[in-house]
């Protein structure tokens, strides 16, 4: 049977309860860091005890081991009876989901956008207490909506972050404005961070018809040539669906003739049927016998031009040969899982699997390679 | 549906029209009429999407973008300017034991020690150190690089011990002097590159490039190949081949026969030099660039044709204009900038401490002993700079983009010049570089490549495995 394993990332408090917000987990190796502001903490005593900082009382909480170590950040939600981890040691990717409002709809986004606040604030206070050197993910909604506080947010982990770098994916709009962008060129950030933009289309119809957003393609593309001026390395992302497969030739054409091989990277991503996408997959899903050739297509174009690319969350037996070199094992390991067919297959060991989130659809249908 | 400006031109090898655009997207239109469309109602052309992907049209409502990619790409290229150089010539001796007879450097002969570098290795890698990019190449020039072989190990162990890793070395060479256990041993420490003189076919290579001391001169060539192919050597190693008249006569066949009955697998051609020996020999040697282009025509059908049947040999002098055509901005060939690479991406220090801008500019000095052609001069650490306004103008002419004639040229997204070289066939800064050879041969090899990527003769296999 096809199990997928769920990622242990949040623990149901049976009576404890705790302060909603953030806490530090502190024990004998990782204490708060003195100059920043303070934070909540859970103080490891013995074993599974521990201290609350917020009422000084001693509270048993068995299992937290499972999700978090000393130094982790964590989050309470708002009745105090369940844990999260906001910021983690072990994690090899940590991001931050700092608001839920988008002005985009694209017909496949995952997490789609509801109207919502921002946590930057909070984020700023948990970066500033977790001490490993690493990348954080900054992603939403739309990180830049709430472009003040954005702008706030990118000067403050500028200036007292050395150790911290940022991946952002954002739609890119708002950085068509030049003013904006000379705002953010001036905190710094863009010396420590690279911006993962989605591109669907080399025309305002394509793009804008998966955005369903008039007007997005233009300022998305205006937003990636002020990237460029400003010489930040870009993620392009494309996600490849059943109104744009007939037309990644020409995306990357577009990418080639309008950016700069040395800034872009071009990531083409199957789309993973959660959020609208699951429940649009039957218009927007491409079957992979459709894509190959388009797809080879536009992979030999960027190549041709010397642009770097890479080949997401595609199986390896979905792809032609010639495109299993570029393919990348991008499906976390909680999130995959190998249906029985694939047992035999001599690719595994390279292939990103199938989408646990995908079992029942077209989209998990294995063709092993013997 | 909009319109953007474009530069157009008939390639005589299909009567096709290319057209171009300054963010180097470049396509092709069927014929005349076409062209009249796209002019005149682009929007009843059949290729629409191929033509917006590559910046020739776009959407009524797509603003300024066309303008602000070509502002930034445009920046990028300009912004080159600003950077250190990255290729590092020196010439550690104008000697050489080849006397040939369409030479571009006007070599020395082998007892004149008076063009022996006199300068000490490490006030060079000081000097070097200071200068060079983050990453650059050494490229040893001549003369003939093997004579100087214990100023070069001086110079690269002092460069290691400023810049460690960050440099690559090649040596031009002709493989005359002998070479011994420690020259080997060194190559493969230091992961040296050999340019190796070999001209395709042993009997024209033994007829134009004469040993002064060793005999034949291809008999030297293939034992010294040996002798470093048996030393594991072969890997470091390319060849570079001088085309003469009798060569193109032969075709491109039998050059590939000759070169794989040999090993040789890849190899870079060029014409004749315009410069040094080979100007005065080029009535007997020489050939019309027409003929040269018509040579390299069918050579390309020749290296598709091997490629379809399974056979490993490629020219790199093709990967030149591929690399222009498929990735413009990639391009970082010194003598194809615009503007011009000339004293900004490299530069060429002299046996006698005199800086040149290029290569060629050292050529034509030592042709012409011009003192205007030096930048400046290395003295024991000091630096000495002979300006005079003379290279900025250089610099100035370099930018074909407001060079006339140039400025509306198909090519000129793809093109570029060593301002040299209006200086030397001209006579003159500006030039008229409509006439210069290296315009000729561009757009020849342009017409040329373009067609077969058009065709799909030339395949993306072959670009993935040739460059």
């Known amino acids: 049977m096809d199990i997928a394993p769920l990622r242990v990332d949040t623990l149901f408090l049976e009576s404890t309860r705790l302060t909603s917000g953030l806490y530090f987990v502190a024990d004998q190796e990782h204490s708060l860091a003195p100059s920043a502001p303070n934070i909540n903490t859970l103080t490891r005593l013995d074993g599974s005890v521990y201290l609350d900082s917020v009422d000084g009382v001693t509270k048993k909480i068995p299992d937290l081991s499972n999700i978090a170590d000393g130094g982790d950040i964590l989050m309470v939600s708002s009745n105090g009876s369940r844990l999260r981890t906001f910021l983690s040691q072990r994690s090899l990717q940590n ?15 995952s997490q789609p956008p509801k109207p919502s606040g921002h946590i930057f604030t909070e984020s700023l206070v948990a970066l500033r207490h977790f001490s490993k050197a690493c990348t954080i993910g900054i992603t ?14 990118c000067r403050a982990v500028s200036k007292d972050l050395p150790n911290k770098n940022f991946h952002v994916l954002s739609h890119g709009r708002n950085l068509s404005d030049t003013d904006r962008v000379a705002q953010l060129v001036e905190t710094g950030f863009f010396d420590k961070s690279y911006f993962g933009i989605p591109l669907h289309g080399h025309n305002s119809k394509i793009h804008d018809a998966a955005t369903q957003r008039e007007g997005s393609f233009n300022e998305t593309v205006n937003g990636l040539i002020n990237l460029s001026f400003c010489n930040v390395p870009v993620e392009l992302r494309v996600i490849v669906t059943k109104q744009n497969k007939k037309f990644l030739r020409f995306l990357a054409d577009f990418i080639t003739t309008y950016f700069d091989h040395r800034n872009f990277f071009v990531a083409f991503m199957q789309l993973e049927p959660v959020g609208w996408a699951k429940a649009n997959y039957q218009s927007i899903f491409a079957e992979p016998e459709s894509v190959a050739d388009e797809l080879s297509l536009a992979c030999e174009n960027l190549q041709a031009s ?3 690319f890479g080949l997401y969350n595609y199986p390896q037996c ?17 999130k995959n899982y190998f249906p029985q067919d694939c047992g035999e297959c001599i690719k595994k060991h390279d292939c990103c699997g199938f989408f646990s989130s995908a079992i029942g659809t077209r989209l998990n249908r294995p063709r092993p390679i013997l | 549906m909009k319109l953007h400006p474009f530069f157009f031109r008939k390639n005589p090898e299909n009567g096709k029209i290319f057209i171009s655009n300054q963010l180097g997207g470049w396509s092709f239109l069927r014929d005349e009429t076409d062209l009249h469309t796209l002019i005149a109602a682009p929007s009843e052309l059949s290729d629409l999407d191929r033509l917006q992907a590559k910046g020739f049209i776009s959407g009524s409502d797509s603003g300024d973008l066309y303008e602000r990619a070509a502002e930034s790409k445009m920046t990028h290229r300009f912004s080159r300017l600003g950077e250190k150089p990255s290729l590092i010539m020196v010439v550690p001796t104008l000697r050489c034991d080849h006397n040939c007879r369409y030479c571009q450097v006007s070599r020395a002969p082998l007892s004149s020690s008076a063009h022996d570098i006199q300068l000490s290795p490490q006030a060079i890698a000081d000097f070097i150190a200071a200068v060079a990019a ?4 050494l490229e040893i020039q001549g003369g003939e690089a093997l004579l100087a072989l214990d100023f070069i190990y001086a110079l690269v162990s002092s460069l290691n011990k400023l810049r460690g890793e960050d440099f690559e070395v090649v040596l031009c060479t002709a493989l005359g002097p002998s070479i011994d256990d420690r020259f080997i041993g060194w190559c493969h420490e230091e992961g040296i590159r050999l340019s190796v003189s070999f001209d395709g076919f042993v009997d024209l290579h033994s007829k134009f490039r004469i040993h002064s001391t060793k005999g034949d001169s291809a008999t030297r060539f293939l034992e010294q190949k040996r002798k470093l192919e048996d030393a594991g050597l072969s890997d470091n190693i390319s060849y570079v081949s001088t085309l003469t008249k009798e060569a193109l006569e ?17 190899i870079y051609s060029r014409e004749l030099s315009e410069y040094g020996f080979a100007s005065s020999t080029k009535s007997n040697l020489g050939y019309r660039i027409e003929d040269y282009i018509k040579f390299m025509g069918s050579y390309l059908d020749e290296l598709i044709v091997g490629f379809n049947s399974g056979e490993d040999f490629f020219d790199y002098t093709f990967s030149l ?3 222009k055509l498929l ?12 503007p011009a690479g000339y004293a900004t991406a490299g530069f060429l220090l002299n046996y006698d401490g005199r800086i040149f801008g290029s290569d060629e500019a050292r050529m034509l000095y030592e042709s012409t002993k011009n003192e205007r052609l030096t930048i400046g001069k290395l003295r024991n650490k000091e630096f000495e700079l002979q300006e005079n306004g003379f290279h900025q103008r250089l610099l100035t002419e370099s930018f074909l983009e407001t060079s006339s004639i140039c400025s509306t040229c198909a090519y000129l997204p793809f093109c570029g010049l060593d301002p040299i070289a209006t200086l030397n066939q001209q006579g003159d800064l500006t030039g008229f570089k409509k006439e210069l050879s290296q315009c000729q041969l561009t757009i020849g090899m342009l017409d040329l490549i373009s067609d077969r990527l058009d065709s799909g003769a030339l395949t993306r296999e072959m670009v993935k495995s040739w460059i």
Request: with cysteine.
């Open chain 2, 321 to 323: 204009y591929l690399t």
């Open chain 1, 140 to 153: 939403g909604g739309e990180p830049t909506l709430y472009w003040d506080e954005f702008l706030q947010f």
């Open chain 1, 306 to 308: 010397k642009f770097s």
């Open chain 2, 327 to 338: 990735a413009p901005d990639a391009s970082g060939h010194m003598d194809a900038l615009s």
């Open chain 1, 95 to 109: 991001t931050i989901l700092v608001t839920e409002a988008c002005e985009n709809l694209c017909v496949f986004c």
């Open chain 2, 250 to 266: 032969r075709g491109p066949k039998d050059y590939i026969d000759s070169c794989l009955s040999l090993g040789i697998h890849r």
């Open chain 2, 134 to 137: 983050p990453k650059f190449k």
């Open chain 1, 318 to 334: 979905h792809l032609p040969l010639k495109l299993r070199e570029f393919a990348h094992r991008s499906i976390s390991d909680w």
